[in-house]
Nanobody, 123 residues
Framework: QVQLVESGGGSVQAGGSLTLSCAAS????????MGWFRQVPGKGRERVAQ????????YIADSVEGRFTIAQDNARNTLNLQMNKLNPEDTAMYYC????????????????WGQGTQVTVSS
């Protein structure tokens, strides 16, 4: 089992920045990918970013390209999502996810999920 705990959400004005962190614990050696998803009530889940743990490769969704970056802090077994130039359309519940195989996350699924952290951007 893998446990994921998110932190760093909150409220910010448009143009501001936030950093979300996801701390992984448990059998972390079994996971190949971690990533961030977001969801707004009444809408489908969106894969925002994905990180390949063994290669360091990353995927960033077109909707946040150039504003969000994803990086791993190996010393702390943490995955960070740096969000800059936030706009109201970024308002959502953000979830950290981990997958035993990266292809799972590529299909917008995950094997393990955090509890979510709310990001609210006001205009």
């Amino acid at each position: 089992q893998v446990q994921l705990v998110e932190s760093g959400g909150g409220s910010v004005q448009a143009g501001g920045s936030l950093t979300l962190s996801c701390a992984a614990s448990g059998y972390t050696r079994t996971i190949d990918c971690m990533g961030w998803f977001r969801q707004v009530p009444g809408k489908g889940r969106e894969r925002v970013a994905q990180f390949w743990l063994r290669t360091g490769a990353a995927y960033i969704a077109d909707s946040v390209e150039g504003r969000f970056t994803i990086a791993q802090d190996n010393a702390r077994n943490t995955l960070n999502l740096q969000m800059n130039k936030l706009n109201p359309e970024d308002t959502a519940m953000y979830y950290c996810a981990a997958a035993l195989a990266c292809i799972t996350m590529g299909a917008d699924r995950g094997d393990y999920w955090g509890q979510g952290t709310q990001v609210t951007v006001s205009s």
